[in-house]
C-alpha cells in the first residue's frame, strides 16, 4: 500500500526495523503488542497514537520523533490525549504555543486534527511532559513526609507557604493572574505529592479539576485545605488527604470553589 492509497500517514516503524535487523515478531514481543497490529501501523491501516510510538521509540532506541518521520503526520499525539496532559499539567494552550514555536491558534488546530504535526514537534511536546513528570518525582522523593500548612504569602506572582501547624491556609485571591496561573512553573503530579515550609504552591483557576487532581478547596467559612479530588456529584465533592489518601464527603454548600494544583516547588 502507497502513501497514497494509506488511510493514515505511514510512520518510519519499519524503516528503523530494517536498519535493526529486527523482525516483526521481535518487535511484537519488545512492546508485547500483536503483530498484525504493528503491521498495519505500519501500512498506514491504523493510526499511530503517541502511547504506541513512545513504546516503538523504547524498543528501537531512538527519539519519538523518529518514529513519526521529517515530514509529519496528521494529529499522532491524540488531541483527547494530548488535552488531558496538558490539563494535568497546567499546559496552557499559549504556553504550547511558545514550546513548539507556533501561533496559539495553529495549537488549536492541531488539537482539532486539523494541522499537521512533525515528528520534532511530537518529540518537543514528549519531552516536555517527560522532564515535566520527572521534575515531579524528583522533588517528591526528596520530601520525607507531608507537612501541614497555614499560612501563605504573595511573592513573585506566586504564593509561598509560610508555616506549618494547623494544616489549613488562608483564602486565595478569587482572581488569577493575566495568565490564569499564580506561577508558569509547573511540575507533574503522577505520584501524591508532599508538601513542605518553603513549598511554592502554583494553581490554576480558570479550568476546572478533574478526578484524580490536586486542588486547594475553599470551604464557605474560608477555610482551605490542600487535598485530592476523588469523586464529584450532583451532591458535592469527595476529597482524599494526601498524607494517607482518607477521604471525606462535603456537601456543595460548604464548598465554596476547588482551585487546581499545577504544581509545587521546593525552595
Do not use: C, H
Not at 497490529?37 to 532506541?61: D, H, S, Y
Not at 515530514?71 to 483527547?80: N, Y
Not at 509547573?186 to 511554592?200: H, I, L, R, S
Amino acid at each position: 500500500m502507497s502513501n497514497e492509497e494509506s488511510k493514515f500517514p505511514i510512520p518510519n516503524i519499519k524503516a528503523l526495523r530494517d536498519e535493526r535487523n529486527m523482525s516483526l515478531s521481535e518487535l511484537a514481543k519488545l512492546i508485547d503488542r500483536s503483530r498484525m497490529a504493528i503491521n498495519r501501523i505500519e501500512r498506514g491501516e491504523r493510526k499511530l497514537t503517541m502511547e504506541w510510538a513512545e513504546a516503538f521509540a523504547q524498543a528501537l532506541n531512538v527519539p519519538v520523533g523518529k518514529i513519526f518521520g521529517d515530514s509529519g503526520s496528521f494529529a499522532p499525539i491524540s488531541a483527547d490525549w494530548l488535552e488531558t496532559e496538558m490539563s494535568r499539567k497546567g499546559l496552557l494552550r499559549k504556553e504550547l504555543a511558545e514550546l513548539l514555536g507556533i501561533a496559539p491558534s495553529a495549537v488549536t488546530n492541531i488539537l482539532q486534527g486539523k494541522r499537521r504535526i512533525s515528528g520534532e514537534e511530537a518529540e518537543k511536546i514528549n519531552n516536555w511532559l517527560r522532564s515535566s513528570a520527572d521534575r515531579g518525582s524528583a522533588s517528591i522523593a526528596a520530601r520525607s513526609a507531608n507537612v501541614p500548612l497555614k499560612s501563605l504569602r504573595k511573592e513573585d506572582g506566586a504564593y509561598r507557604f509560610a508555616g506549618k501547624a494547623s494544616g489549613t491556609i488562608p483564602a486565595l485571591p478569587a482572581q488569577a493572574d493575566d495568565k490564569g496561573a499564580y506561577a508558569v512553573t509547573q511540575v507533574g503530579f503522577d505520584m501524591a505529592p508532599k508538601f513542605e515550609q518553603g513549598d511554592t504552591l502554583y494553581v490554576v483557576t480558570e479550568r476546572q479539576p478533574r478526578i484524580g487532581d490536586y486542588v486547594v478547596a475553599t470551604f464557605a467559612n474560608k477555610n482551605i485545605l490542600i487535598r485530592r479530588l476523588t469523586e464529584a456529584d450532583a451532591n458535592g465533592y469527595t476529597l482524599a488527604t494526601v498524607s494517607d489518601g482518607s477521604a471525606e464527603k462535603f456537601s456543595g454548600n460548604e464548598i465554596e470553589k476547588l482551585d487546581l494544583i499545577v504544581g509545587s516547588t521546593s525552595v
